[in-house]
């Protein structure tokens, strides 16, 4: 005899999308996600951290050919320039009167020569700007060389996972199937308690009304006894 309960079936949702899990094939996913998981084994044991870059350094060796080739220039334009000059006021101090080796000829010529250092130091300092500004400038470039480096490994990467974006890995093929067993194990469960509910409301309404038409048959036989007395009474 049907008492009206649920049924205690799973769920054919439940089953349709366990039978979908089933079917999905995660060997692609796993064997990316192990190759992944060996290469982090490997740089964590050997301390090989592939072509990432972590530091960088300006070129040295820039510096110093920035450097020479300033000053160098600026040799061979003052040189000849500086050689001239000093010909040229040495006739003319001799040309006033003035001897070598005197005091005033003496005068004159460190007066030039003072000059000329003082252009040459200056120029020397300018060089070395110059290096410097070499060094900074092949520093600048081996930081964006590293950059552009880093940028396209983390680009590779995640290129890698937006693929398999759509994918499934077997831990999360499990996971969904479990979860899915679980939901239906307590739909299960629901049931049960829903049927079990409703045998004991069946029951106690069956309870109830046999004891109802119980007490009404007495009552008639109550009130059927009282009014044959009555008659006999009369009689």
């Known amino acids: 005899m049907s008492l009206g309960g649920q049924s205690t079936k799973m769920n054919p949702g439940i089953l349709m999308g366990l039978s979908y899990l089933s079917g999905i094939d995660t060997a692609d996913f796993d064997a990316v996600n192990e190759n992944f998981q060996n290469l982090a084994n490997q740089m ?20 110093q050919r920035a450097e020479a080739a300033a000053f160098q220039s600026y040799l061979d334009k003052t040189t000849p320039i500086y050689e001239q000059q000093t010909d040229d006021l040495q006739t003319r101090l ?8 005197s005091e005033a000829y003496q005068r004159a010529m460190t007066d030039l020569q003072n000059n000329q250092n003082d252009a040459t130091n200056l120029a020397a ?18 930081i964006n060389a590293g950059n552009f480096g880093n940028n396209a490994q983390t680009g590779y990467v995640n290129q890698i996972w937006n693929l398999l974006s759509n994918s499934m ?6 996971m969904a199937m479990a979860n899915l067993l679980t939901s239906g194990y307590n739909q299960q469960q629901a049931a049960k ?39 006999a009474a009369v009689v």
């Open 44 to 63: 964590s044991q050997s301390g090989n951290l592939g072509s990432w870059n972590w530091s960088v350094d300006g070129s040295d060796e820039a510096r």
């Open 94 to 101: 001799i040309n006033q009167g003035l001897t070598p080796g």
């Open 125 to 142: 300092y300018n060089a070395t700007l110059a290096g410097q500004n070499a060094f900074s400038q092949s520093l600048n470039d081996q």
């Open 169 to 174: 890995s077997d831990y999360d093929k499990n």
């Open 193 to 231: 308690r829903a049927n079990a509910q409703g045998i004991n409301s069946f029951i106690s309404n069956g309870l109830m009304a046999a004891a109802t038409a119980a007490g009404g048959m007495g009552g008639g036989m109550s009130a059927g006894g009282t009014g044959a007395g009555a008659g």
